[in-house]
T-cell receptor, first 115, second 113 residues
Framework: EAGVAQSPRYKIIEKRQSVAFWCNPISGHATLYWYQQILGQGPKLLIQFQNNGVVDDSQLPKDRFSAERLKGVDSTLKIQPAKLEDSAVYLC?????????????FGPGTRLTVT | AQTVTQSQPEMSVQEAETVTLSCTYDTSENNYYLFWYKQPPSRQMILVIRQEAYKQQNATENRFSVNFQKAAKSFSLKISDSQLGDTAMYFCAFLFGNEKLTFGTGTRLTIIP
């Protein structure tokens, strides 16, 4: 079974530029998550999708971050414009359903450096 | 809001020894899930073990076991017969209902040959 795929793996941009990340979840997984992991911290949920609808985006900085999940499969996360504090690893995860019984499977992450 | 605290930023242990990682959490809920995740240097996070709060029996997965103390809100991870491949960041996490997974700050574990 193929795992969660993410691209690119690494990205370096200057502040005020824009960047986009892509995630392909495990086939059949209805729930998709985007996390931000700043160095030395645990992952923080940015947004959660159930199929192509948003379940939780309470911690997404909506003035600069946006995410979509078209057709309930792939997802993209965009930052525009980027700030220095956006430097982090962006993790995508997917699960069959929502809640404790459903294991979240994580992708390898995209390491973003904003200079 | 739920909080998860891991008070050991770094730990190291000799190969084949046993090590225990600590985690405490704060919640007013009664039924919830607790998890330990492992993040090796390659950074792909994987689930190590899960505990349902309504179960009194501690979860066990091969060399990994937990000590779940619900009244004390404590959830420690014990790794027996540690192996070099156990070197990783370990995150404790809490989940209630359909709310978001809340992670601790992690413990960096190094297994020394």
């Amino acid at each position: 079974e193929a795992g969660v795929a993410q691209s690119p793996r690494y990205k370096i941009i200057e502040k005020r530029q824009s960047v986009a990340f892509w995630c392909n979840p495990i086939s059949g997984h209805a729930t998709l998550y985007w996390y931000q992991q700043i160095l030395g911290q645990g992952p923080k949920l940015l947004i959660q999708f159930q199929n192509n609808g948003v379940v939780d985006d309470s911690q997404l900085p909506k003035d600069r971050f946006s995410a979509e999940r078209l057709k309930g499969v792939d997802s993209t996360l965009k930052i525009q414009p980027a700030k220095l504090e956006d430097s982090a690893v962006y993790l995508c995860a997917s699960s069959y359903g929502t809640g404790g019984p459903y294991e979240q499977y994580f992708g390898p992450g995209t390491r973003l450096t904003v200079t | 809001a739920q909080t998860v605290t891991q008070s050991q930023p770094e730990m190291s242990v000799q190969e084949a020894e046993t090590v225990t990682l600590s985690c405490t959490y704060d919640t007013s809920e009664n039924n919830y899930y607790l998890f330990w995740y492992k993040q090796p240097p390659s950074r792909q996070m994987i689930l190590v073990i899960r505990q349902e709060a309504y179960k009194q029996q501690n979860a066990t997965e091969n060399r990994f076991s937990v000590n779940f103390q619900k009244a004390a809100k404590s959830f420690s991870l014990k790794i027996s017969d540690s192996q070099l491949g156990d070197t990783a960041m370990y995150f404790c996490a809490f989940l209630f209902g359909n709310e978001k997974l809340t992670f601790g700050t992690g413990t960096r574990l190094t297994i020394i040959p």
